[in-house]
């Protein structure tokens, strides 16, 4: 059974950074496609960024997060992280990394497993 554990959430100003990491255990994210997503409370789970397994690298973001994040991966650490830079304060909100099998998508249904989330604010 896979459980994924995210941390690095905050509070952080208006143009701060902040890194997300999400931690595997029981699958290696070497072999998946790994997914961040975030919500806000009232509104719907929306696409953030994604990264394809080992042998593909291909990544896809959000265009609200274009340029400004970044997803990565340490194998060694079977851990996915999200680079958050350029905050605003339209990022707040919780963020979950999810897994899947198969080949990148932004559809969160396509997703298997769920971390709990880590709250992001961006204060003015």
């Known amino acids: 059974q896979v459980q994924l554990v995210e941390s690095g959430g905050g509070l952080v100003q208006t143009g701060g950074s902040l890194r997300l990491s999400c931690r595997s255990s029981g699958r290696t994210i070497t072999a998946y496609t790994m997914g961040w997503f975030h919500q806000v409370a009232g509104k719907e789970r929306e696409f953030v960024a994604a990264l394809e397994n080992f042998w593909s690298g291909a990544t896809e973001y959000a265009d609200s997060v274009k340029g400004r994040f970044a997803i990565s991966r340490d194998n060694a650490k079977n851990t996915v992280y999200l680079q958050m830079n350029n905050l605003k304060t339209e990022d707040t909100a919780v963020y979950y990394c999810?897994?899947?099998?198969?080949?990148?998508?932004?559809?969160?249904?396509?997703?298997?497993?769920w971390g709990q989330g880590t709250q992001v604010t961006v204060s003015s």
């Open positions: 999810a897994i899947k099998s198969g080949p990148l998508t932004v559809e969160g249904g396509a997703y298997d497993d």
